[in-house]
């Protein structure tokens, strides 16, 4: 079976250009997450979406949005890139919405702004 | 506030030695933890968890996690060191109760580094 799988693997943008980033969850799995690793650093929380709504968001601007489809893959998407961008963002996917539930990430996309 | 803490920004171990992971936790209410795993340019691969039961967690790769209620920490610990459990190791919660803010709040991360 297929994990999480996120595109591109790698992307280089230019401050205020948009991004997008894809997630596709493993098979089964309803709800997905957004985080956000700058080297050296933990992941910090963005986005959650559980069964295609928004169920949290993390202390991140409104430049970050993101959605998820019927057939539960998600987009996070980025406008105004600002140089601090640059990270690794992951998605990660659970099965269900309970808290005892861990998450499966994917391997992320690892953005460069300059 | 929830928080995780890692106290050790890198721990060094010869191979075949045990090793001790350490992590501590603050949130209110009763938590759940995990621990993951982070190779270089990889996604972080679940290890392991504590929701409840046996406070001993056996993992995943023969790791294993011991939960301590009373001074709110959660180790990781391997009997035997391999140099390929080399990596950077990542300690998280989430609150039980935690309504519709289920974010993982995640712990700065562990260096480990095993030596042959």
């Known amino acids: 079976d297929a994990g999480v799988t996120q595109s591109p693997t790698h992307l280089i943008k230019t401050r205020g250009q948009h991004v997008t980033l894809r997630c596709s969850p493993i098979s089964g799995h309803k709800s997905v997450s957004w985080y956000q690793q700058v080297l050296g650093q933990g992941p910090q929380f963005i986005f959650q979406y559980y069964e295609k709504e928004e169920r949290g968001r993390g202390n991140f601007p409104d430049r970050f949005s993101a959605r998820q489809f019927p057939n539960y893959s998600s987009e996070l998407n980025v406008n105004a890139l600002l140089l601090g961008d640059s990270a690794l963002y992951l998605c990660a996917s659970s099965l269900v919405w309970q808290t005892n539930t861990e998450a499966f990430f994917g391997q992320g996309t690892r953005l460069t702004v300059v | 506030a929830q928080s995780v803490a890692q106290p050790e920004d890198q721990v060094n171990v010869a191979e075949g030695n045990p090793l001790t992971v350490k992590c501590t936790y603050s949130?209110?209410?009763?938590?759940?933890l995990f621990w993951y795993v982070q190779y270089p340019n990889r996604g972080l691969q679940f290890l392991l968890k504590y929701i409840t039961g046996d406070n001993l967690v056996k993992g995943s790769y023969g790791f294993e996690a011991e939960f301590n209620k009373s001074q709110t920490s959660f180790h990781l610990k391997k009997p035997s060191a391999l140099v390929s459990d080399s990596a950077l190791y990542f300690c998280a919660v989430r609150r039980y109760n935690a309504g519709n803010n289920r974010k993982l709040i995640w712990g700065l991360g562990t260096s480990l580094a095993v030596n042959p």
């Open positions: 949130v209110s209410g009763n938590p759940y």
